[in-house]
């Protein structure tokens, strides 16, 4: 159901990770990112505000980007932890001859309806309440703004599933959601024509060390059937042997499959129904008198 959370996500784990997490852009977030902003070249509205969700570790190039496109646009971009917030003010900070003209990102939490448009690249499939957290965007967003956000989809480290399932190891991660149901949960947030697509993405490596590293930049094990203590030495190297030999290809490099999820749905202007009690948040309504459309009855 759209209003249930993760089963196999551990809202202990899904937390220290977000506290925990490098304070740095991996690589696969930068590619998602810079296909993600490519598809912006098929949105008419050209927002004139806009919001950035944690950037830090969605992606600064894939930012850019975003930002090169919309030059004369305001920009805001959450970032929710000290570490995170550090890194953003640094990476958006402007020198001194570029502080004509348009104003540098604000960093810090997203006001109520302002954005036009919110960008949220590869988060939402590490949180333990994803319905909280898509409210959220959908009360950043203005009436007829528009979300784009992407995320990894259930087909992501299926080379690694049975893998472990085949030593009776604990599962590798917890278990990524459909597009479809994310679509459901968009709707029942508010949204309005939701659009998903995905793709499939390789990566692969030369090493089990390096593919270990780079999964490490990724993301955390947040299942709850998880191996909650250290492991040692030994088992390391009996990893990196199964994986050598259960990932390996015809040219010996080690593959890996990441589903990616790409969403894109508008905020409409809320219904107001005039017969028995109604609430409309201020925020919303004020966007309505300011756009001249006033509720529908």
């Known amino acids: 159901m759209a209003t249930e959370r993760p089963p196999t996500i551990d809202p202990v784990a899904a937390a220290r990770w977000e506290r925990a997490a490098p304070p740095h852009s991996p690589w696969l977030h930068e590619e998602v990112g810079r296909r993600m902003e490519d598809r912006l070249q098929w949105i008419r509205l050209k927002p004139a505000c806009w919001a950035d969700w944690e950037p830090v570790r969605g992606g600064l190039k894939a930012h850019a980007l975003v930002e090169a496109r919309y ?122 024509e939701p659009v998903m697509d995905m793709e499939r993405i390789t990566l692969t490596w030369d090493s089990p060390a390096k593919l270990l590293a780079e999964l490490a930049q990724l993301g955390s094990n947040l299942h709850p059937r998880r191996f909650r203590a250290l492991r040692g030495r030994r088992w390391r190297k009996e990893l990196e042997a199964e994986l050598v030999s259960g990932l390996g290809g015809v040219d010996g490099r080690l593959a890996l499959t990441f589903e990616i999820i790409y969403g894109h749905a508008l905020k409409p202007a809320p219904r107001v129904r005039m017969s028995g009690e109604s609430a409309v948040s201020l925020e919303d309504m004020r966007s309505l008198l300011q756009s001249g459309k006033g509720p529908r009855v």
């Open 71 to 192: 030059p004369e646009a305001q920009c805001f971009v959450a970032a929710a932890h000290p570490e995170t917030t550090r890194e953003a003010l640094k990476a958006f900070a402007r020198p001194w001859w570029r502080r004509l003209g348009t104003p540098a990102a604000q960093v810090g939490a997203l006001p109520d309806g302002q954005a036009q448009m919110l960008w949220a690249n590869m988060a939402l499939h590490a949180t333990a309440d994803p319905q909280a957290l898509i409210a959220q965007w959908h009360r950043a967003l203005a009436v007829d703004g528009f979300l784009m956000f992407s995320c990894l989809g259930p087909d992501s480290l299926r080379e690694l599933r049975p893998l472990y399932a085949a030593l009776d190891w604990p599962p590798p991660a917890h278990e990524f959601t459909d597009m479809h149901d994310w679509g459901d949960m968009l709707v029942e947030a508010g949204f309005a």
